[in-house]
């Protein structure tokens, strides 16, 4: 499969070194369109494709468009693109909060795939939600989904709501991990833990909870309460969680993301 990337950041990076690994696309099949002359000489390097400043060049003989900048780009992206996007072309759109029928009828193109990454993508362990609009032929569908699997866990929806939604959890998300992280370690420094050991532990608290609750398929409340002793530390700090209001806040924070989206693709 031939491959056009329009715009060259973080997660082209990722999708390129998936579908290189997985061999659905050699280095000479990958094209990336990059305004950014640094950035277009580390590409061309680091994965021995071609790298260019026209999107035009980019797309000519691709057959799965990728955009990859960012949503205040479209307009202006859309328009360098309209001349050069034929029928046989399939545009996928990882761009936050930029609706479908934004994509559709900004592109003047039916054949869309709009896919919701999120950071993780770029060392494999990514969770992407996606959908296709109706011009999309099945088999192309199917690629781009072998794709999205070289980035992590993907999941295919027919309702474009519940990409909203995977943008507040999902692609917010590890923005949220990361801050419970860096609490975790700093707490771990005030306690009196040397702050290497501390980043050691907290680490591979998140990382083995997170599979415990994966691998064994229990409710976290009842993994919760396996930890929880009658009196003991754990219920200790339970409840001071709960005179913060930290569930309240993790609510609040996923909610407010949503709206975000919500209205970032109003706009």
């Known amino acids: 499969m031939k491959l056009a990337f329009i715009g060259g950041g973080a997660m082209a990076e990722a999708i390129i070194k998936g579908a290189l690994s997985a061999s659905m696309a050699k280095p000479e099949e990958i094209t990336v369109g990059e305004v950014v002359e640094e950035r277009c000489r580390y590409l061309a390097n680091q994965y021995r494709i071609l790298a260019t400043p026209s999107n035009a060049k980019a797309v000519r003989s691709a057959d799965l468009v990728i955009l990859a900048v960012k949503p205040q780009s479209l307009n202006d992206v859309a328009a360098d693109l309209k001349p050069s996007l034929k029928p046989n072309h399939t545009v996928l759109s990882i761009l936050a909060g930029t609706r479908m029928a934004a994509l559709t009828k900004g592109l003047g193109h039916n054949g869309v795939i709009r896919v919701m990454p999120n950071t993780p993508a770029q060392i494999g362990a990514g969770m992407s939600v996606w959908m296709t609009s109706p011009g999309v032929d099945?088999?192309?569908?199917?690629?781009?989904?072998?794709?999205?699997?070289?980035?992590g866990e993907e999941i295919r929806v027919h309702n474009e709501k519940y990409i909203d939604?995977?943008?507040?959890?999902?692609?917010?998300?590890?923005?949220?991990?990361?801050?419970?992280?860096e609490s975790l370690i700093d707490s771990g420094v005030l306690i009196g833990l040397p702050r290497p050991m501390a980043r050691t532990l907290a680490l591979q608290t998140v990382l083995g909870s997170a599979r415990l609750v994966k691998e064994t398929g229990k409710h976290p409340a009842e993994l919760t309460d396996m930890v929880t002793s009658p009196g003991g530390t754990t219920v200790a700090g339970l409840l001071a969680l709960e005179d913060a209001s930290f569930k309240a806040a993790v609510l609040n924070a996923v909610q407010a993301a949503y709206q975000k989206?919500?209205?970032?693709?109003?706009n």
Request: no cysteine; proline share 3%; charged share 15%.
């Open 261 to 266: 989206s919500i209205a970032l693709g109003e």
């Open 165 to 181: 939604m995977a943008t507040a959890l999902s692609a917010s998300g590890p923005a949220f991990i990361f801050l419970f992280i």
């Open 138 to 151: 099945e088999k192309v569908a199917k690629e781009a989904q072998a794709i999205l699997k070289t980035l």
